[in-house]
């Protein structure tokens, strides 16, 4: 089983910077395959954000791309997300996401690729 913990959200201006953190506790030997950053604005469908292969290959939705960094710290076992020069319309629920086993997701593309263990999400507000 896994288990990720999410924390980080929070309340920031326009412009701001957060870093969102996400604990990973697995019964898994190895890191994940794939992990990922998702959001949910209210109303709107789930958006990706960014993903992380377990080769430290990166994805980045075109909102983000710039602005949004994805990192893990294997010895540690979590994954990050910095954003800076926040925008209202980044506003959403933030989820990280993960999928075991590894080494490689189906179809080989984390960005394309299922997940199958999901954080609680955490809340970031951009005000104007």
């Known amino acids: 089983q896994v288990q990720l913990a999410e924390s980080g959200g929070g309340l920031v201006q326009a412009g701001g910077s957060l870093r969102h953190s996400c604990a990973t506790v697995?019964?898994?030997?190895?890191?994940?395959?794939?992990m990922g950053w998702y959001r949910q604005a209210p109303g709107k469908e789930r958006e990706d954000v960014a993903t992380?292969?377990?080769?430290?290959?990166?994805a980045y939705g075109e909102p983000v791309k710039g602005r949004f960094t994805i990192s893990k710290d294997n010895t540690e076992n979590t994954l990050y997300l910095q954003m800076n020069s926040l925008k209202p319309e980044d506003t959403a629920m933030y989820f990280c996401?993960?999928?075991?086993?590894?080494?490689?997701?189906?179809?080989?593309?984390?960005?394309?690729?299922?997940?199958?263990?999901w954080g609680q999400g955490t809340q970031v507000t951009v005000s104007s």
């Open positions: 996401a993960a999928f075991f086993p590894p080494p490689t997701p189906p179809g080989g593309s984390c960005w394309t690729s299922p997940y199958n263990y």
């Open positions: 697995s019964g898994y030997t190895g890191s994940s395959a794939c």
């Open positions: 992380i292969a377990n080769d430290g290959f990166t």
